[in-house]
């Protein structure tokens, strides 16, 4: 066992002789919490979208931290997929708590709590729901040439099976929609596909062009945006997969990955119409 292992981390150091650390320089960095680890549970749409509004709060003054756990305890189920949208529904529904409330070891182990009390006040979970994420504040962006664009459309997805609507606009106006989201200092939740070969969160990178339709498979958040040595424009992921790649568990997407891999993105309108 322990020759093996020996081989195994000479194996692995090689593997970063040949892989280098990109060094990045950030052009914009939003401030955010801690990052996470979703584990087994397939709650990324639900990490990534209260992420999100977390870097959206903190940006206007409020220290906010909302408890993913209570999310998998409403629902009843920690291996229920779905979108940065269901997340938006379900705390419009069942409300939500602070982290500190509900921390995330907390699942299966405490009451799911009745109260989140606040800088002196105390909310019911969906009142305090309301204060963070209002009903209709963010939008949800598509870009699928299979529906005509410029019109809400219902995308036929396992991950949608609440029917939600996105505004379908093309790829480059859903790129520029968002690098315009992060450069005026507003969070994006993003919903794409990971399966690529050039998406690898041992190296921290998601770079490529591809011609084939993206798949539905993962969510982050989207915090920031930085240049590689070449200037090329990458965007900065707070993935929910802990902090084991060279960025402490962020990651860089560059551009083209990001116009070709996006199935979905959820910004505020605020956001969407500047």
Known sequence: MKKFAFLLLAISFVACQK????????EVRLPMTPIKNQGQ???CWAYAMLSTIETEHILRGDSVHLSTAYIERVVKRRNLRGMGSTLLNIIGRYGIVSHDA???TSYHQLPQPKWVFMLGARYTPLEFAHSVCAPGEYMALTSNDNYPYGEEVVLDLPDNWEKN???NIPKDSLLAHVERAIRHRHAVCWEGDTDEYG???QEGIADGHFNTAPTDNHCMAIVGIARD???RLFFTMKNSWGTANPYAGLMYMSAEYLRDKTVAVFMT??????
């Open 19 to 26: 892989q280098p650390k990109v060094e990045f320089t950030d």
């Open 199 to 201: 998406f690898s969160f």
């Open 229 to 231: 040595p070449k200037q």
């Open 41 to 43: 549970s397939q709650f």
């Open 269 to 274: 309108r605020e956001a969407f119409y500047r």
């Open 165 to 167: 609507k996105f505004l």
């Open 102 to 104: 509900y921390p995330d």
